[in-house]
């Protein structure tokens, strides 16, 4: 009964190609969102869908292109993959928006490697 | 510039010890704080969420606490045990709304040894 479901869990691929990581989510909530946290640790926010609708776009490359088929999915495509992509990128979700009183439910991660 | 930031950068305490992590941040205007635990190799788990009103605020051994007239909180370990080896990031949000922001710390590190 996992909440927050991401595939898949490992990513190696090489420079140059493109590649899709999928998000679910069981929770019935409104807002999913992509983060990225760096070899620090630094968590960072990339996209936020409410109602399948983007309401976040941080500064991110466009590279990076959400889609929201649904409210209960987001996933993520990247293209023309960098060395600078290799991260964990994390899947959420929320009752409401990110600014709000809302607990945020993470995913488990996808480990993306570029070589 | 809104920022958040976490100290110290790692802490090795010995089990059954407290422990004090400090967050200070510089967002405006403050809507919310989230104190968020993060194991390794898994997403982060929220442990506290406060608003401007709120001064303290506790989940089990874990107690945060917020001025926001200083813009600090801290978030208070009790009687560490083994599994709260993790890392402790702090978010501040700046709206209640759509168009909040979220505002992340680089977190504490903390080990617990037996």
């Known amino acids: 009964d996992t909440a927050v479901s991401q595939t898949p869990k490992y990513l190696v691929t090489q420079m140059g190609n493109d590649k899709s990581i999928k998000c679910e989510q069981n929770?019935?909530?409104?807002?999913m969102y992509w983060y990225k946290q760096d070899s620090k640790k630094f968590l960072k926010i990339m996209f936020s869908?409410?109602?399948?609708?983007?309401?976040i776009n941080e500064t991110v490359p466009n590279r990076f292109s959400p889609k929201s088929p649904d409210k209960a999915h987001l996933n993520l495509h990247i293209n023309s993959l960098e060395l600078g992509d290799s991260a964990v990128y994390f899947c959420?979700?929320?009752?409401?928006?990110?600014?709000?009183?809302?607990?945020?439910?993470f995913g488990p991660g996808t480990r993306l490697t570029v070589t | 510039k809104n920022q958040v930031e976490q100290s110290p950068q790692s802490l090795i305490i010995l089990e059954g010890k407290n422990c004090t992590l400090q967050?200070?941040?510089?967002?405006?205007?403050?809507?919310?704080l989230r104190w968020y635990k993060q194991d390794t190799g898994r997403g982060p788990v929220s442990l506290t969420i406060?608003?401007?009103?709120?001064n303290t605020k506790s989940n089990g051994r874990y107690t945060a606490t917020l001025d926001a007239d200083t813009k600090q909180s801290s978030l208070h370990i009790t009687a560490s045990q083994l599994s709260d080896s993790a890392s402790y990031i702090c978010?501040?949000?700046?709206?209640?709304?759509?168009?909040?922001?979220?505002?992340f710390g680089r977190g504490t590190q903390l080990t617990v040894w037996p």
């Open positions: 978010v501040v949000s700046d709206r209640g709304s759509t168009l909040g922001r979220l505002y």
């Open positions: 967050c200070n941040y510089t967002v405006s205007p403050f809507s919310n």
């Open positions: 929770l019935g909530h409104d807002t």
């Open positions: 406060m608003t401007f009103s709120e």
């Open positions: 869908y409410n109602n399948k609708e983007l309401i």
């Open positions: 959420a979700s929320s009752q409401g928006v990110a600014g709000g009183l809302y607990e945020q439910y």
